[in-house]
């Protein structure tokens, strides 16, 4: 069995292994890792790619095949898990490899790079599209998320907690795959030492790993959610995870996988760590009200840090080279045990962001909601990033090993400021959606060719006709029930054609000033709930066979009213979070597969950069069919 102790040989022999297992340990180990700075910069780069995707995609798409594209969910989705493929999985493994592989500086461009293309293309669109804008503060009170994007509305579950919010969609699969990417990666030299996790002290991409896997999930955990926890579930929830903990053992021991003992310890693992932080909030939140997690977090955080320092447990016994891994589990395991304390406390930390948003006092609804939210969520995280500086330069620097404070407050500070970018990203989506800007050349095709009274028109007429048509059906078949329930529907959608007429003719003459956006949402509103009502009917699921039965043959430009939500989670993104921990197992498995088979530190760039290619295009396209298949993992 290959357990490799890096701290178990002197300085010398660090800079010339003599044993390749040795070699390795000291090639996936970084001495100082990086800036704290220049891991903001790279996890910025990777949160821009949805806004990217989503101002790409109508110059991607041929205007002529929008109607084949977007016309029903599984064509969509196909179709933007197509264009998102390059932009937001390919282009994060470029920004932690290739890209950043030089010099520190290169990742500090990448930023720039991304956020002037967003403004070029926003400013060829506005040229384009050439919205009418109302005053910034009207805008801003009359926006509501939920009239572009159902996503952040609550669901219709009889929970008035419950929430479905995308960004947080976006930042968790954000976590896992770059995690997924890194566990690979750092085999090769195309992967940038720095990046790699720290020996003892410092910052690096992969010292993050665990603590932003916790966070992601304790921001959308029970507690979070609905301010209350059951220790049933969450015990039983556990159990996968340590069923998958002792696999991982049982397989890295039984094949003599190599591995690094100060990782975690001998035996210990990273699902030991998930079970472990799941069963200590159980326990806590058994006895402790969710509300005082804040409180709790820093008790739990300072506590442990300050037996840390003052009796000497960090240096003299868990990072001591010199201190034995025979003398018991608890010595064979130092790391993993006792750095999980400091994980949970970044787990009620992560509770908390959670609950201000789910737990808010008034819904989140309009734009300036969500804008006053930022605000306050900004103040915090610079707070943190403050804390943070102190706690490493003056008091007790950070190590990923132990779980000190100055690493809970590292991994919070950082992680709560991705997702405040990714917030910030959703409300530009939305108001570039709004205004019509985000649709570009789409819009522009869309606004020329549609005519919106012509459309109601039609609508009106296909009412007429499909009452002739259904009333035909009934007195061949008699299903009266059938027939009754049809026409209250077609009733009610001629008294949504009549508001839809009125609301045109206001907003021509400056009356309600609609976006052109709301008013091809509800005429395409109203086409649809038309289409629904025939396909129930006569049992056709092919939307275009179905307007063609009742309304004759129509061009392609005639169905354009569908502009589609391009401020929903990616659909790539979608399928990560969706299946969070069953897409790191897959990684984990080809990690193995790929480092049975080849020297992964001796590999060309070249090789190197092609495997991983590989490996993302694999990972993508297994959650991509767990996703459009709704098969569904639960082990968090």
């Given at each position: 069995?290959?357990?490799?102790?890096?701290?178990?040989?002197?300085?010398?022999?660090?800079?010339?292994?003599?044993?390749?297992?040795?070699?390795?340990?000291?090639?996936?180990?970084?001495?100082?890792?990086?800036?704290?700075?220049?891991?903001?910069?790279?996890?910025?780069?990777?949160?821009?790619?949805?806004?990217?995707?989503?101002?790409?995609?109508?110059?991607?798409?041929?205007?002529?095949?929008?109607?084949?594209?977007?016309?029903?969910?599984?064509?969509?989705?196909?179709?933007?898990?197509?264009?998102?493929?390059?932009?937001?999985?390919?282009?994060?493994?470029?920004?932690?490899?290739?890209?950043?592989?030089?010099?520190?500086?290169?990742?500090?461009?990448?930023?720039?790079?991304?956020?002037?293309?967003?403004?070029?293309?926003?400013?060829?669109?506005?040229?384009?599209?050439?919205?009418?804008?109302?005053?910034?503060?009207?805008?801003?009170?009359?926006?509501?998320?939920?009239?572009?994007?159902?996503?952040?509305?609550?669901?219709?579950?009889?929970?008035?907690?419950?929430?479905?919010?995308?960004?947080?969609?976006?930042?968790?699969?954000?976590?896992?795959?770059?995690?997924?990417?890194?566990?690979?990666?750092?085999?090769?030299?195309?992967?940038?030492?720095?990046?790699?996790?720290?020996?003892?002290?410092?910052?690096?991409?992969?010292?993050?790993?665990?603590?932003?896997?916790?966070?992601?999930?304790?921001?959308?955990?029970?507690?979070?959610?609905?301010?209350?926890?059951?220790?049933?579930?969450?015990?039983?929830?556990?159990?996968?995870?340590?069923?998958?903990?002792?696999?991982?053992?049982?397989?890295?021991?039984?094949?003599?996988?190599?591995?690094?003992?100060?990782?975690?310890?001998?035996?210990?693992?990273?699902?030991?760590?998930?079970?472990?932080?799941?069963?200590?909030?159980?326990?806590?939140?058994?006895?402790?009200?969710?509300?005082?997690?804040?409180?709790?977090?820093?008790?739990?955080?300072?506590?442990?840090?300050?037996?840390?320092?003052?009796?000497?447990?960090?240096?003299?016994?868990?990072?001591?080279?010199?201190?034995?891994?025979?003398?018991?589990?608890?010595?064979?395991?130092?790391?993993?045990?006792?750095?999980?304390?400091?994980?949970?406390?970044?787990?009620?930390?992560?509770?908390?962001?959670?609950?201000?948003?789910?737990?808010?006092?008034?819904?989140?609804?309009?734009?300036?909601?969500?804008?006053?939210?930022?605000?306050?969520?900004?103040?915090?995280?610079?707070?943190?990033?403050?804390?943070?500086?102190?706690?490493?330069?003056?008091?007790?620097p950070s190590c990923r090993r132990v779980g000190n404070f100055t690493y809970v407050l590292w991994s919070i500070s950082t992680n709560y400021s991705i997702l405040w970018l990714h917030l910030a990203f959703y409300l530009v989506q939305h108001l570039l959606q709004h205004l019509g800007v985000v649709y570009g050349p789409l819009l522009y095709y869309q606004v020329e060719v549609s005519d919106k009274t012509a459309r109601l028109r039609r609508i009106k007429e296909d009412i007429e006709g499909f009452r002739i048509r259904d009333e035909a059906k009934w007195r061949v078949e008699r299903d009266e029930q059938l027939y009754r329930q049809t026409e209250m529907e077609l009733t009610q959608l001629e008294g949504k054609l009549g508001i839809m007429e009125k609301k045109l003719k206001n907003n021509d003459g400056g009356g309600d000033n609609l976006s052109q956006q709301e008013l091809e949402a509800l005429v395409y509103e109203m086409e649809e709930e038309l289409v629904s009502i025939r396909q129930k009917c006569i049992n056709d699921k092919t939307l275009f066979?179905?307007?063609?039965?009742?309304?004759?043959?129509?061009?392609?430009?005639?169905?354009?009213?569908?502009?589609?939500?391009?401020?929903?989670?990616?659909?790539?993104?979608?399928?990560?979070?969706?299946?969070?921990?069953?897409?790191?197992?897959?990684?984990?498995?080809?990690?193995?597969?790929?480092?049975?088979?080849?020297?992964?530190?001796?590999?060309?760039?070249?090789?190197?950069?092609?495997?991983?290619?590989?490996?993302?295009?694999?990972?993508?396209?297994?959650?991509?069919?767990?996703?459009?298949?709704?098969?569904?993992?639960?082990?968090?």
């Amino acid at each position: 069995m290959n357990v490799i102790m890096v701290g178990d040989v002197d300085s010398h022999s660090l800079k010339r292994p003599v044993e390749p297992e040795l070699e390795h340990a000291h090639f996936v180990s970084s001495e100082n890792g990086t800036s704290a700075l220049e891991i903001l910069e790279i996890l910025f780069s990777i949160s821009i790619t949805p806004l990217l995707a989503s101002l790409v995609t109508p110059w991607v798409v041929p205007s002529k095949f929008i109607p084949m594209a977007f016309g029903d969910k599984e064509s969509r989705d196909v179709v933007r898990s197509v264009i998102e493929y390059p932009i937001v999985m390919i282009l994060p493994l470029l920004f932690i490899t290739v890209l950043a592989q030089k010099s520190e500086d290169v990742s500090f461009s990448l930023p720039t790079i991304l956020v002037l293309m967003c403004v070029g293309i926003i400013i060829v669109n506005h040229a384009i599209t050439r919205p009418r804008l109302t005053s910034l503060l009207r805008l801003l009170n009359r926006v509501p998320a939920k009239v572009i994007s159902p996503g952040m509305t609550r669901r219709k579950d009889g929970s008035q907690k419950s929430f479905q919010i995308p960004f947080f969609t976006t930042f968790r699969a954000t976590v896992i795959y770059l995690s997924v990417l890194s566990i690979l990666a750092v085999d090769f030299k195309i992967f940038p030492r720095r990046f790699a996790k720290t020996k003892l002290h410092g910052f690096s991409l992969m010292d993050l790993g665990t603590g932003s896997f916790i966070f992601a999930n304790g921001i959308v955990s029970s507690e979070a959610k609905r301010n209350e926890s059951n220790f049933r579930h969450t015990m039983i929830s556990s159990i996968p995870l340590l069923v998958l903990a002792f696999i991982r053992l049982l397989s890295v021991k039984g094949l003599e996988y190599q591995e690094v003992v100060e990782e975690y310890g001998v035996h210990w693992n990273f699902f030991f760590t998930l079970a472990l932080v799941k069963i200590f909030s159980a326990i806590f939140f058994g006895i402790i009200h969710p509300r005082h997690t804040l409180k709790f977090a820093c008790i739990v955080g300072i506590s442990y840090d300050l037996v840390l320092v003052l009796t000497g447990l960090q240096n003299e016994y868990l990072l001591n080279p010199s201190t034995s891994r025979n003398g018991g589990l608890i010595d064979a395991n130092r790391e993993g045990i006792f750095s999980t304390i400091g994980y949970f406390s970044i787990y009620l930390f992560s509770v908390y962001c959670g609950q201000l948003i789910y737990a808010h006092k008034t819904p989140l609804v309009t734009i300036r909601d969500w804008l006053k939210y930022g605000l306050v969520s900004g103040s915090q995280i610079i707070l943190l990033w403050v804390f943070t500086y102190f706690t490493h330069i003056y008091w007790n620097p950070s190590c990923r090993r132990v779980g000190n404070f100055t690493y809970v407050l590292w991994s919070i500070s950082t992680n709560y400021s991705i997702l405040w970018l990714h917030l910030a990203f959703y409300l530009v989506q939305h108001l570039l959606q709004h205004l019509g800007v985000v649709y570009g050349p789409l819009l522009y095709y869309q606004v020329e060719v549609s005519d919106k009274t012509a459309r109601l028109r039609r609508i009106k007429e296909d009412i007429e006709g499909f009452r002739i048509r259904d009333e035909a059906k009934w007195r061949v078949e008699r299903d009266e029930q059938l027939y009754r329930q049809t026409e209250m529907e077609l009733t009610q959608l001629e008294g949504k054609l009549g508001i839809m007429e009125k609301k045109l003719k206001n907003n021509d003459g400056g009356g309600d000033n609609l976006s052109q956006q709301e008013l091809e949402a509800l005429v395409y509103e109203m086409e649809e709930e038309l289409v629904s009502i025939r396909q129930k009917c006569i049992n056709d699921k092919t939307l275009f066979q179905v307007l063609k039965s009742t309304s004759g043959e129509r061009g392609t430009t005639e169905r354009l009213a569908y502009l589609p939500d391009l401020t929903l989670p990616p659909i790539t993104l979608s399928s990560v979070a969706y299946n969070g921990l069953a897409v790191f197992l897959i990684g984990n498995l080809l990690t193995g597969v790929i480092n049975s088979m080849i020297v992964s530190m001796y590999a060309p760039d070249s090789v190197a950069l092609l495997i991983l290619l590989i490996y993302a295009t694999i990972i993508t396209f297994m959650s991509l069919v767990l996703y459009f298949y709704k098969i569904q993992f639960k082990f968090w």
